[in-house]
Nanobody, 123 residues
Framework: VQLQASGGGLVQAGGSLRLSCAAS????????MGWFRQGPGKEREFVAA????????RYADSVKGRFTISRDKAKNTAYLQLNGLKPEDTAVYYC?????????????????WGKGTLVTVSS
């Protein structure tokens, strides 16, 4: 499967963005999807993930209540809604897919990765 993330940009603190991850190739519905991010000078970290069915999701503590992950199987796309953005959310955001319905926070478990999309939050 090929993944393409988009939707990043420059936003003021408190603002919102919606990131998209479009999938092509094998059936999108068999994959669990995850979002990770890497800020300047930081290591990659888990943000959120959603199960194959879309019925279960997990979030990093730092984004709970502000970010929402979802998926639209008809459009072969996963989304990450970012609300209440903070300067510390500035990072390149990556989407990833796993074909065993793993939707946890361990990046090495994911099988496919897309190129990132940059989110910059100004104070």
């Amino acid at each position: 499967v090929q993944l393409q993330a988009s939707g990043g940009g420059l936003v003021q603190a408190g603002g919102s963005l919606r990131l998209s991850c479009a999938a092509s190739g094998r059936m999108f519905s068999v994959y669990a999807m995850g979002w990770f991010r890497q800020g300047p000078g930081k290591e990659r970290e888990f943000v959120a993930a959603i199960s194959q069915s879309g019925g279960s999701a997990r979030y990093a503590d730092s984004v709970k209540g502000r970010f929402t992950i979802s998926r639209d199987k008809a459009k072969n796309t996963a989304y990450l809604q970012l609300n209440g953005l903070k300067p510390e959310d500035t990072a390149v955001y990556y989407c990833a897919a796993d074909n065993r319905n793993y939707y946890g926070d361990y990046a090495e478990e994911y099988d496919y990765w897309g190129k990132g999309t940059l989110v910059t939050v100004s104070s």
